[in-house]
């Protein structure tokens, strides 16, 4: 029962570096989105996507870039990382649409730990 | 303006003690609303949705208030193991608070 993946859990990046936070889901659940998480600033919402091929950002998406092509997937990419960008990343899904009712909950990975030197 | 606001704490309270968790959002709009909680260096979890009419389960009691736009969460009966971060979440697109830190003493 895989729920939501992440990968990799931890990575230590140089300044100006590139690179990719994987997130799978094996829910078929239409939305996912991505959150970075830092001391006393809660979860910051930088990237979701209601379908394969349909992407948004959210409040913190400079920096960062998305695309679903399946609904499975999910990556985050860094372009040229900061280290600002130092931060726990969580990848989350759910099913589409609204409610309250059990199971219309965020799933989410276990996060993964970015370190920016 | 953040679109949800909540206090941080830490509030640290003995066993069996009552606490009381706010938090405001700006989007009147807002249709949806959940408590999770968040374990130390763990991913955030599922504690319970927030109904209108209100809703309680076991120890837990969450509240609605369209009006004044915030929604509560109460505790009762304290546990050690309630120990943790609580993060009210609402539904846009799923805007989280910061948390608020509760730490149970024996």
């Known amino acids: 029962n895989a729920g939501v993946t992440q990968t990799p859990k931890f990575q230590v990046l140089k300044t100006g570096q590139s690179m990719t936070l994987q997130c799978a889901q094996d829910m078929n659940h239409e939305y996912m989105s991505w959150y970075r998480q830092d001391p006393g600033m809660g979860l910051r919402l930088i990237h979701y996507s209601v379908g394969a091929g349909i992407t948004d950002q959210g409040e913190v998406p400079n920096g960062y870039n998305v695309s679903r092509s399946t609904t499975e997937d999910f990556p985050l990419r860094l372009l040229s990382a900061a280290p600002s960008q130092t931060s726990v990343y969580f990848c989350?899904?759910?099913?589409?649409?609204?409610?309250?009712?059990?199971?219309?909950?965020?799933?989410f990975g276990e996060g993964s730990r970015l370190t920016v030197l | 303006r953040k679109e949800v606001e909540q206090d941080p704490g830490p509030f640290n309270v003995p066993e069996g003690a009552t606490v009381a968790f706010n938090c405001t959002y700006s989007n009147s709009a807002s249709q949806s609303f959940f408590w999770y909680r968040q374990d130390c260096r763990k991913e955030p979890k599922l504690l319970m949705s927030?109904?209108?009419s209100g809703n309680e389960d076991g120890r837990f009691t969450a509240q609605l208030n369209r009006a004044s736009q915030y929604i509560s969460l109460l505790i009762r009966d304290s546990k050690l193991s309630d120990s943790a971060t609580y993060l009210c979440?609402?539904?846009?697109?799923?805007?989280f608070g910061t948390g608020t830190s509760l730490t149970v003493i024996p």
């Open positions: 927030v109904y209108s």
């Open positions: 979440v609402v539904k846009n697109q799923f805007y």
């Open positions: 989350a899904s759910r099913i589409r649409g609204g409610g309250t009712l059990p199971g219309w909950e965020l799933f």
